[in-house]
């Protein structure tokens, strides 16, 4: 089957396109710049709407914290305008896809711990229901409580609700320096006592993960290549004196090994957010049938990070290259990446429940709670009962016909599913938008 | 202000759903005498007096699912409350409504540090929760003024703030679950004590829902370490332009304080007054600046806020050099409402959101509309996310007054949202700003939310009359118009 992609150049557009396929009983894949659509369920759309037209930064206040841009603006412009003036996005997003997609996709790296997600820099937000309707939610301004907090709910909502066109997010002074102390040869129960430790302590921890033995060796990192073994790695960042106070101390305290510099340490952090020892995320390509995936726009830094970037994908994983759902026939037995949320003091003792029946490789972040394995094919039962409902765990990377047939995202309870139903009705009743990207039948 | 009409029918059968409350909840818990009813009839907003139909306490959640489901099968509206120190309203009963107060709801259910976050009843107070965790040095960041007797499930209501929350973030930046009954007596779970809550993020929508969508009947908060040390920054200036500068400069220079005041010359003197807080009088505006977090940074810190105030024309600066020291520089502003109380038989207090660059163009006009409403106006205001609270002074036993006090805060909100800010930004709507909606949503905006709110409570029983300015049936805002064929788009570029 062809799929005919529209790529509204206005809001008004953007609006008919809706109606029309409200009118004519279709349905639509909403895209940002189609640069991860292997992820998620896959959407079986005639359609797909391009909103990469939708793009420019509307409004930045460095000073009052703000920045409004078109959802389809490409973060690779973003993230340097931010750093012009020395702020950042501080939940930590990919460098990739555009604005709508980080939001949509509620995604966070690792100062989630102490920056929050997606979720918690969303102010406002503006877009087309599935109703085929324009409206807005929340404010410009840093501090709202107005009405229901709408920019909250398109925070991870995969596009399944409102097709963006315009988001307000706040932004944050970027730290002047940081730094990162590891220790070594822990393993996963002492490395996250350790790090609770760490997140306990009054030093302002910013990046608490640990890579078990063998994970490490994978680091482009050389402290961490050459450890021989687990890593675990606690950041602090902030201003200069405050970083180097807080390392003394906290080195003392936790007796870690080594302490990474500002550059090594930014290039560790990234690789653990971009999940760099199992193989990245994947770039997914979509079904095959479409388009074909718009390439991902370079990473924004010049120099050391864009380096970094380019050692990093396609990256040293276990079973080499090819790992997006795009390559969708691939063998069927490559494993799979999940993406595991629980409570952090729970992290290790879900990882050897599972480890019980399947041979994993995980490493954590989030001071434990987040948790990335890659997973033999057909494992969906046991991780999810490992999980339990302490937490979920979804399925990242995998073929285009696992995660078809794969609940991808955990399946609430019964109560929650029907309730779930009726949020999407009410913002997109004939499931127009996404249908079937989050659950199935949502 | 207009309350939806009370339904005479649900009066008229009083009785009846007195009876089948009690069924669920025995004895003192279901309250129907007048003289008992009275301790409901308003919250923190006294200018609006109701008493409900009748009050009920439950005690067990079960007992909250069951008043939720037997009032839904009767047709019963329903408003929650907790302690009743809103601001806006959102508690006021109704006379054909239920109150459901949460205060019985006390106990603190677990507090787990190797997660860092406790698990409480709703009725606990915000600072209850804080105080629990003390002993191992924690705390509960946001902190509402109010925070010795709110309770934490009004403050997941409303989405309290609190001096800190510009650092800290609001009550939605620091919960990680909650349980919640929904209207026909539901109970589900958002989020838990994982940090990332798995499908929509329904516990950022609840969050903040002013008792609309839900009954919240649990509440899993984030924990965290105190900070080392905190020192203040008390800083004069010859004009609020040159404070609003200042605050902008401390900014741009990255620097995020843990709080940041500002009150004008009305405040300060008021404060002055009350406290003998030692603040200078001679200044149009005074900033507090606190800076917290480990020694070392907060020393380094003190001397660049200090130096950018100097820079943007400051003509006093006092760095706190003990404890006392930064207790005094607080001790003016932490008293300003009830210093303001002192000078007024009455102040009516107000809770806009501005892009801080307005301020000046904002102060200017409410100058302009003190004069022109014959009211006076003093200002504190969390400087550093932009939220004003404008007390206006008024005199309730003189006729008219308080009215032309509600017409002056209803200007000066019109005004936030005139200037690119919004009606509230930590009291909610409730129904003191309802009206008022209108002027920062369109039609289609409030309607989606509606439409929202109906995914939770098709019926609309739940604290209807607050939020939202027209009540809409759920079908007819469900309704799609959409014409078969009619849309060809025909300009839509497509490949
Ligand atoms: C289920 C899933 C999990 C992911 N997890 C991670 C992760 O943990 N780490 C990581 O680095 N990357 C992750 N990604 C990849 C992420 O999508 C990309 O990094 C990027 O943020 C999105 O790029 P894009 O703008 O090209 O959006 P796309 O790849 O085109 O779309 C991504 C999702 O966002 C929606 N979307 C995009 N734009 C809009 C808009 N304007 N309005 C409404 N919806 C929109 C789409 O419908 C789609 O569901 C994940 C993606 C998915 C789908
Ligand atoms: C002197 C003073 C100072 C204040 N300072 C601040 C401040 O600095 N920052 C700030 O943000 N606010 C402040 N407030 C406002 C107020 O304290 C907060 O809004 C607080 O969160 C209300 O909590 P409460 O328990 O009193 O709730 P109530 O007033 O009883 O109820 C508030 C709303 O929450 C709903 N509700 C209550 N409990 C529940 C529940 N369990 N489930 C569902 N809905 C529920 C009610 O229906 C109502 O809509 C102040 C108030 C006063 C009087």
């Known amino acids: 089957m062809t799929i005919t992609t529209l790529k509204p150049d206005t809001d008004a557009q953007l609006a008919d396109a809706v109606r029309w396929a409200l009118s004519a009983g279709e349905s639509l894949e909403v895209l940002g710049s189609g640069s991860r659509r292997g992820l998620g369920r896959p959407v079986r759309t005639t359609h797909a709407l391009d909103l990469s037209a939708l793009s420019g930064i509307v409004a930045y206040e460095p000073e009052e914290l703000v920045l409004t841009a078109r959802a389809g603006t490409p973060m690779a412009l973003i993230l340097p305008l931010l750093a012009e003036r020395a702020q950042h996005l501080a939940f930590e997003p990919p460098e990739g896809g555009t604005l709508g997609g980080v939001i949509a996709c509620g995604l966070a790296g690792p100062r989630r711990i102490s920056a929050g997600s997606a979720r918690d820099h969303a102010l406002g937000m503006a877009g087309v229901s599935g109703r085929g309707e324009a409206y807005k939610g929340?404010?410009?301004?840093?501090?709202?409580?107005?009405?229901?907090?709408?920019?909250?709910?398109?925070?991870?909502?995969?596009?399944?609700?409102?097709?963006?066109?315009?988001?307000?997010?706040k932004v944050l002074?970027?730290?002047?320096?940081?730094?990162?102390?590891?220790?070594?040869?822990?393993?996963?129960?002492?490395?996250?006592?350790?790090?609770?430790?760490?997140?306990?302590?009054?030093?302002?921890?910013?990046?608490?993960?640990?890579?078990p033995d063998g994970l490490a060796a994978r680091s482009t990192v050389s402290a961490l290549a050459r450890a021989g073994g687990a890593v675990t790695l606690v950041r602090l960042e902030g201003f200069g004196p405050s970083v180097a106070a807080r390392v003394a101390a906290l080195r003392e305290e936790l007796r870690a090994d080594v302490v990474l510099d500002a550059p090594e340490s930014r290039a560790v952090w990234r690789e653990i957010r971009d999940v760099g020892c199992l193989g990245g995320v994947g770039d997914g390509g979509g079904s095959g049938a479409g388009p074909g995936p718009l390439p991902n726009p370079p990473p924004p830094s010049a120099g050391e990070g864009a380096d970094l970037y380019a050692r990093l994908t396609p990256s040293p994983a276990p079973a080499g290259e090819g790992w997006g759902g795009g390559q969708g026939g691939q063998g069927g037995d490559t494993p799979h990446l999940w993406k595991l949320s629980v409570p952090p003091a729970s992290g290790p003792s879900v990882v050897a429940a599972i480890r019980r029946t399947l041979a994993v490789e995980a490493f954590y972040d989030w001071g434990g709670g987040l948790v990335w394995l890659t997973a033999p094919p057909d494992s969906v039962a046991a991780i999810r009962r490992a999980v339990g409902a302490q937490g979920h765990a979804t399925l990242i990377r995998a073929p285009d016909e696992v995660r078809a047939v794969t609940a991808v995202f955990q399946p609430p309870p019964d109560p929650l599913m029907a309730l779930t139903r009726r949020v999407k009705d009410s913002f997109d009743p004939k499931g127009v938008l996404n249908p079937g990207r989050l659950y199935a039948g949502v | 202000m207009k309350m939806p009409v009370p339904d005479s029918g649900v009066i008229a059968r009083r009785r009846a759903i007195v009876e089948a409350l009690r069924a669920i909840v025995p004895g003192e818990g279901v309250i129907v005498d007048e003289a008992e009813l009275r301790a409901y009839e308003c919250d923190g907003l006294t200018a609006y007096r109701q008493l409900p139909l009748v009050a009920v306490l439950p005690s067990t959640v079960d007992q909250v699912s069951r008043i939720l489901k037997t009032c839904q099968e009767m047709g019963v509206k329903v408003v929650p409350r907790g302690a009743g120190t809103s601001l806006s309203g959102?508690?006021?009963?109704?006379?054909?409504?239920?109150?459901?107060?949460?205060?019985?709801?006390?106990?603190?259910?677990?507090?787990?540090?190797?997660?860092?976050?406790?698990?409480?009843?709703?009725?606990?107070?915000?600072?209850?929760?804080s105080n629990a965790v003390a002993g191992e040095g924690f705390y509960y960041a946001p902190d509402p003024s109010s925070q010795i007797a709110c309770t934490i499930g009004?403050?997941?209501?409303?989405?309290?703030?609190?001096?800190?929350?510009?650092?800290?973030?609001?009550?939605?930046?620091?919960?990680?679950?909650?349980?919640?009954?929904?209207?026909?007596?539901?109970?589900?779970?958002?989020?838990?004590?994982?940090?990332?809550?798995g499908g929509y993020d329904l516990l950022g929508i609840v969050t903040g829902s002013e008792g609309l969508l839900g009954i919240v009947t649990e509440v899993t908060v984030r924990i965290l370490r105190k900070p080392a040390t905190a020192r203040a920054v008390l800083i004069g200036f010859p004009s609020s332009e040159q404070g609003g500068d200042c605050v902008a400069a401390i900014i741009a220079a990255g620097i995020i304080p843990g709080g940041m005041e500002m009150m004008d010359r009305p405040a300060i003197h008021a404060a002055e007054a009350f406290v003998h807080a030692g603040y200078p009088l001679d200044v149009e505006a005074l900033l507090i600046v606190e800076l917290d977090g480990p020694a070392a940074e907060v020393d380094h810190l003190i001397g660049r806020v200090a130096a950018i105030a100097a820079d943007k024309g400051a003509v006093c600066t006092r760095v706190s050099n003990s404890e006392e020291e930064r207790l005094a520089f607080w001790a003016g502003r932490k008293a300003a409402f009830p210093a303001v109380g002192r000078i007024s038989p009455d102040y009516y207090c107000m809770d806009g959101t501005i892009p801080r660059k307005a301020l000046p163009q904002v102060l200017t006009r409410m100058t302009e509309l003190s004069a022109r409403y014959g009211l006076r106006v003093a200002n504190v205001f969390h400087a550093g996310d932009g939220n004003l609270h404008?007390?206006?002074?008024?005199?309730?036993?003189?006729?008219?007054?308080?009215?032309?006090?509600?017409?002056?805060?209803?200007?000066?909100?019109?005004?936030?949202?005139?200037?690119?800010?919004?009606?509230?930004?930590?009291h909610g709507v409730g129904v003191e700003k309802r009206d008022l909606m209108t002027d920062q949503f369109d039609a289609a905006d409030l309607e989606q939310q509606q439409r929202l709110k109906c995914a939770f409570d098709p019926d609309g029983l739940l604290n209807p009359g607050k939020v939202f300015p027209t009540l809409h049936r759920c079908a007819e805002l469900g309704r799609l118009h959409v014409h078969q064929g009619e849309l060809r788009f025909p300009d839509i570029p497509r490949f």
């Open chain 1, 138 to 169: 929340g404010g410009k301004v840093v501090k709202n409580v107005t009405g229901y907090d709408l920019p909250k709910l398109m925070a991870g909502s995969f596009g399944t609700l409102t097709a963006f066109t315009e988001l307000t997010v």
């Open chain 2, 390 to 426: 404008p007390l206006i002074l008024y005199d309730a036993n003189q006729p008219g007054e308080l009215e032309r006090a509600e017409s002056f805060g209803n200007d000066i909100l019109r005004l936030c949202v005139e200037v690119g800010g919004v009606l509230t930004g930590e």
């Open chain 2, 90 to 129: 959102g508690a006021l009963p109704l006379a054909d409504g239920v109150l459901l107060g949460m205060g019985k709801f006390k106990r603190i259910l677990d507090i787990d540090y190797a997660n860092r976050c406790a698990v409480v009843q709703p009725g606990v107070t915000n600072l209850g929760i």
């Open chain 2, 154 to 197: 009004g403050n997941v209501a409303e989405n309290s703030g609190g001096v800190h929350c510009l650092k800290y973030g609001l009550t939605t930046n620091n919960l990680l679950g909650v349980e919640l009954v929904l209207m026909d007596g539901t109970i589900v779970r958002l989020g838990g004590k994982h940090l990332e809550a």
């Open chain 1, 173 to 211: 002074p970027a730290p002047e320096d940081t730094a990162t102390l590891l220790l070594f040869g822990l393993d996963d129960v002492a490395a996250v006592g350790v790090l609770d430790r760490a997140l306990r302590s009054p030093y302002d921890v910013s990046g608490a993960a640990h890579l």
